[in-house]
T-cell receptor, first 112, second 116 residues
Framework: DGGITQSPKYLFRKEGQNVTLSCEQNLNHDAMYWYRQDPGQGLRLIYYSQIVNDFQKGDIAEGYSVSREKKESFPLTVTSAQKNPTAFYLC???????????FGPGTRLTVL | AQKITQTQPGMFVQEKEAVTLDCTYDTSDPSYGLFWYKQPSSGEMIFLIY??????QNATEGRYSLNFQKARKSANLVISASQLGDSAMYFC?????????????FGAGTRLAVHP
């Protein structure tokens, strides 16, 4: 079945550690996105990528990094520079920047 | 200023009844798109319905319809014949061109509870 997978579902990390969240899609979509969701709030865009080897900062990119070496994959690294990383992270993809986005199941990151 | 406003933090409805979830938006771009997503307790965002700013007719998808009132800048979601499985968070989002790219801006969401 076509879709978006994110792993792991739950992630715990100690302060000062970098951690990488995985996002894979087999929908043949060109565009991919990373969002952050805090409790009781909507989604905020961290990074997005229109095509392979290209990505752009969203509204809250500080403390995060991404790569887009393959069309199917768009991993997000939460660095130690991110001051408040505990949140729910959602990855999405779309066939273009104009079309609806389809989301993965999300990763819940907790910093201990 | 809020780009997407959902004024109802929580709503409840009786099973099989219809419910309207409010969404107002603010943009000066003549070309934009409006989306509704459902987020169950599992966390995944499920796309429900889309309305383009130039669409003449209100969008419909099964039990979901979008009451698009362009002059009032509102895009309310109507769910007919509510089911217990409709209990979830619902987010309104707007696609606009900003900072050199198209971006989705989300509202804060409305939590819907369907009672038997």
């Amino acid at each position: 079945d076509g879709g978006i997978t994110q792993s792991p579902k739950y992630l715990f990390r100690k302060e000062g550690q970098n951690v990488t969240l995985s996002c894979e899609q087999n929908l043949n979509h060109d565009a991919m996105y990373w969002y952050r969701q805090d409790p009781g709030q909507g989604l905020r865009l961290i990074y997005y990528s229109q095509i392979v080897n290209d990505f752009q900062k969203g509204d809250i990119a500080e403390g995060y990094s991404v790569s887009r070496e393959k069309k199917e994959s768009f991993p997000l690294t939460v660095t130690s520079a991110q001051k408040n990383p505990t949140a729910f992270y959602l990855c999405a993809s779309s066939s273009s920047l104009y079309n609806e986005q389809f989301f993965g199941p999300g990763t819940r990151l907790t910093v201990l | 200023a809020q780009k997407i406003t959902q004024t109802q933090p929580g709503m409840f409805v009786q099973e099989k009844e219809a419910v309207t979830l409010d969404c107002t938006y603010d943009t000066s771009d003549p070309s934009y798109g409006l989306f509704w997503y459902k987020q169950p307790s599992s966390g995944e965002m499920i796309f429900l319905i889309y309305q383009g700013s130039y669409d003449q007719q209100n969008a419909t998808e099964g039990r979901y319809s979008l009451n698009f009132q362009k002059a009032r800048k509102s895009a309310n979601l109507v769910i007919s014949a509510s089911q217990l499985g409709d209990s979830a968070m619902y987010f309104c989002a707007m696609r606009e061109f900003s900072g050199g790219y198209n971006k989705l801006i989300f509202g804060a969401g409305t939590r819907l509870a369907v009672h038997p």
